[in-house]
């Protein structure tokens, strides 16, 4: 048997996330369908991060365990065979190295969040940033987002379902920077709580718009309470970029 490693790009509009669930089809579901078209084997897709319903991933990496003997490519080519009428794709494969584990082993994931701030609604990017008509304050945001950088319980930016056993997590990079007629905010740490980036990035542009302060936004951080922070941005804004690993 062998453990592989896949690298994975997918639009998460159709799908209720990246886990499999009982109310509508997931990534993780149709992964392993084509896997299993390919060689026959009911095996288990492991994820490094399971985004939400709506959320993309550039860079999402998953880890299977196939008892038949095949390539890298032929693992990578096959699976995309089965997944053409699916917006996902194996963009690459590679044999996992001892004791690897998709999500256990990661040491650094990183998100991006896209707002589109223009008067007039997106068309080709539809579904994939969150459309924000009235003038933002790029340079308010990220200065208030320097404040959330560090080890901090996150309890005020955790979603109220989150199973995350505490709230303590480790924020590195949270950039916040205008990128034409968007914003983009680059968040990167070890592990994030459910729903910690769309939580921050809706609190910060309450910032944006004027309504909060880099004070308030500390002041919401210490509160350690759900209620005094921002509104949960929309997923369609979100994407994981990257999963980082220590042999990497």
Not at 75 to 86: C, F, G, P, T
Not at 143 to 169: M, N, W, Y
Request: aromatic share 8%; hydrophobic share 40%; with cysteine.
């Amino acid at each position: 048997m062998t453990r592989w490693r896949i690298l994975i790009e997918y639009d998460g509009g159709p799908y209720v996330g990246w886990q499999r669930q009982k109310n509508g089809p997931s990534i993780q579901q149709a992964l392993e369908e084509a896997v299993f078209s390919f060689c026959g084997e009911n095996t288990r897709v492991y994820g490094a991060g399971r985004t939400d319903a709506g959320v993309h991933a550039f860079g999402q990496v998953a880890h299977i365990d196939i008892e038949r003997p095949t390539t890298a490519d032929t693992v990578r080519d096959a699976i995309n065979a089965h997944l053409r009428d699916e917006p996902i794709s194996v963009l690459a494969a590679m044999a996992a190295a001892d004791g690897f584990h998709a999500r256990i082993s990661a040491c650094e994931r990183v998100y991006l969040y896209r707002i589109l701030n223009r008067r007039p609604p997106p068309a080709i990017e539809h579904g994939r940033v969150w459309h924000i008509p009235w003038a933002l304050d790029a340079a308010a945001m990220h200065e208030a987002a320097q404040r959330l950088i560090g080890t901090h319980d996150f309890t005020s930016f955790r979603a109220t379902a989150c199973q995350a056993k505490s709230p303590v997590k480790t924020l590195d990079v949270l950039d916040v920077r205008e990128a034409d007629d968007e914003i983009h905010f680059h968040a990167r740490g070890r592990s994030f709580l459910h729903h910690q980036v769309r939580n921050i990035v809706g609190t910060l542009e309450r910032v944006g718009v004027g309504k909060l302060t880099a004070e308030d936004v500390s002041t919401a951080l210490a509160a350690r309470d759900r209620a005094a922070a921002g509104a949960t941005a929309p997923p369609e804004g979100l994407a994981l970029v990257s999963v980082g690993y220590p042999d990497d």
